[in-house]
């Protein structure tokens, strides 16, 4: 292992500019939803000079649509694939899972970056550009982890199985698709914008709309009418009330110290057509968060229990409910045990390349680890190179050096995990 | 007097058909803003008819884009003029000028009219169609007045003078175009739909535009971001105090028994484009009343002091105040005295006509009259026979009967105002 260690570390290390220029190639393919296919086109090109088993396929909507994880308002998966590749162990050692999703959210407004969103340009040691860190750059880790294993004849035990899919920021239509089509392993690692924290544990989120009804009268005798807006803040303040309770119940230390675990964030209000006129309808539009090991459906109930409640105290709510429509895209939370297997090979690792030992926390945001962990029954750890600050944001980057350090954890973990050939078996299953 | 009265009472009742008809055409002819040539020449055509000395111009822009009560966003005015029209007296009597507007505000929503909105359907002793109360109506009653005068052979002491002005539903420029051009008069009659109650003074009113900021962030992470929506709120909060210690000052009895005399109104508020985003950017649109006798000049310092005043309890606000911006129509309030020998007068011939006294009240909002009291030193009674609740709202209507009620009490308030000719003055000045 050790041996192992140093060879990996020197690999990645004499690669770094093939490593570089490979995301580089990445990033400058922009795979917004629906447009996927050249950047996975990329990730096939080097699946197939790896050697690995390669399955591409496309998502069927007719199959996944009655399941109860199943969310995409897109009607048309053709043309842009998923991908699995697999390095097939020798037998006898567990299985470890490396999902990286390929598609990235719009570049938003692009008055408001100060470069192309898909340049790839690098300065000062980051590489800039759309999905640079969320998550081309924990995608071409994983790859590179597999890589140095087989550019250096590592072969193991266990089978490592990539993953590049497509849907994760809708909703994951891309790893329920691939679950279902049998991928599970013993253990997963996602490589999300983590700022290489480990997160065994993520926060679910599912949005909500709520309609609310006032009623309109002139300006002037406003007093005629009911306002929508003044109707839409009560709605708003039993929510804060609703937000405070549900985190009082939060007693996991891994959310010490985070203000509030599991926010319910009002993301839009629209209420209103004309200033001298009382607006008779009020729109609000936001995102509630579910915590690890929370149903989605109990979360649901509980933010449609407060306006029901808002229907006794209130005799214009009594009268005119307002009505909350569950929308958009869901992630559902996700946990692994701290004592898992999984947490303490990676943590073990980790300590081994940085010298120090792994940020534990609770993520914020939901990936796709909640399907994997739900429905694949996969233990999985999120973990990755990019900024978290930058996912999302204008002039996206990410720091080159820790996609290396992170590559190295990964292919190390690897080796930990699925055992290598002839060396001893660090599985128990299998003494 | 009592002669003049059965006469006019006798021709109103023979004419109805005719007045009805003539409504009906005006309705029909489509007068939203820009389009109001139509209409204009149907006024026109009745005027030319009725022998009165027509003056028929375009607003000037350039002339009057300096004039401090100057509001219109429109750049062009040609080819819809106001129009004027004359009925000069023998001399020595006090003036009267009849003001209505033909511009019409625009239909809204067609889906909602259970109608064409410009049918002019009678249907149960009223008449259907945009505009009906607001206020065609009205006029036809002004023209009603006139014709009944002019058709008896009835001639008066002073000039009656009738304005049939554009504009008046986004800022009153027409009006004021009418004032600036030299008409003013010892009194104005004003017919807006009041439902036949007296309007001696008008609430002005303005409105106004409020951007907040917030700053973004993950909904995950919303305590990273500080919310626009309630930064939002905060701002409302302080503009309801506002509202409610202007109102507190309020004393007038026309006021007795309104909840609100001059309200603030939040009519949009529109912050946020992701549910899961915290929301940087609030901006509420409202319209704030203004009371008869008060500087609109000095309500917006009082709508600034606030904000200001914000600066200072809220560190966030200091950093980032909220800045106002007064924008669209405005309208002027106004007030004459309820001993106004204008009101006296025209209260008792109310009473003479209808056997009981008028309903004395001040409106809740702003009309022409503003500009007519303030700039042309003409006070003003608003008084009508439109449907103060249908005006601006879907299938818009007017009570056919009360158009001839109102056009008697006109027809008389002229006689006893400006003087019969040949029979003793009423005006103590040509004692």
Chains 1, 2 share one sequence.
């Not at 895209?329 to 004592?339: C, G, N, T």
Request: with cysteine.
């Amino acid at each position: 292992m050790i041996e192992a260690q140093k060879q990996i570390h020197l690999w990645l290390k004499e690669n770094k500019e093939h490593g570089v220029r490979f995301l580089q190639r990445l990033v400058q393919e922009n795979s917004v939803r629906g447009n996927e296919n050249k950047a996975q086109a990329i990730i096939i090109e080097k699946c197939r000079e790896l050697g690995l088993s390669l399955d591409i396929w496309e998502i069927n909507r007719d199959q996944l649509k009655q399941h109860p994880f199943f969310f995409a308002n897109r009607e048309d998966f053709a043309g842009n694939p998923n991908v699995a590749a697999v390095l097939s162990g020798s037998g006898g050692g567990r299985s470890l899972l490396l999902n990286g999703h390929i598609d990235v959210v719009p570049e938003g407004n692009l008055s408001d970056w100060t470069m192309d969103p898909y340049s790839g340009n690098i300065k000062d040691g980051k590489l800039f550009g759309r999905g640079a860190s969320d998550m081309k750059g924990g995608t071409v880790s994983l790859l590179l982890a597999i890589e140095a294993l087989k550019k250096l004849g590592i072969r193991l035990k266990g089978d490592l199985i990539f993953q590049s899919v497509i849907e994760e920021e809708s909703g994951g239509a891309g790893t329920l698709s691939a679950v279902i089509r049998g991928y599970k392993a013993d253990g997963a690692i996602i490589p999300e914008p983590t700022d290489m924290k480990f997160f065994p544990k993520q926060q679910g989120s599912m949005w909500f709309r709520i309609n609310i009804q006032g009623k309109a009268a002139h300006g002037g005798t406003r007093y005629h009418g009911v306002s929508a807006i003044d109707k839409a803040y009560e709605v708003i303040h039993v929510i804060k009330e609703l937000e405070a309770n549900r985190n009082k119940r939060i007693t996991d230390p891994l959310y010490d110290g985070i203000p509030i675990p599991i926010p319910i964030n009002i993301g839009k209000i629209y209420s209103g057509t004309w200033p001298s006129s009382v607006p008779d309808l009020a729109i609000i539009e936001g995102r509630m968060g579910v915590a690890p090991g929370e149903k989605m459906f109990n979360a649901e109930k509980e933010l449609e229990g407060v306006l029901e409640q808002l229907k006794q105290s209130d005799r214009w709510f009594r009268d005119y409910p307002p009505s909350i429509e569950w929308f958009g895209a869901r992630w559902h939370p996700a946990e692994v045990d701290l004592d898992n297997p999984l947490i303490e090979t990676t943590s073990s690792v980790y300590k081994k390349v940085t010298g120090q030992l792994p940020i534990i926390e609770a993520s914020p945001w939901g990936t796709d680890g909640g399907i994997l962990t739900e429905w694949g029954d996969t233990p999985v750890l999120v973990f990755g190179p990019g900024a978290a600050e930058a996912a999302h944001h204008t002039d996206e980057y990410i720091d080159l050096q820790a996609i290396f350090v992170a590559a190295e954890v990964i292919a190390l973990t690897a080796i930990e995990w699925c055992g290598l050939e002839g060396g001893p078996t660090s599985d128990p299953g299998n003494d």
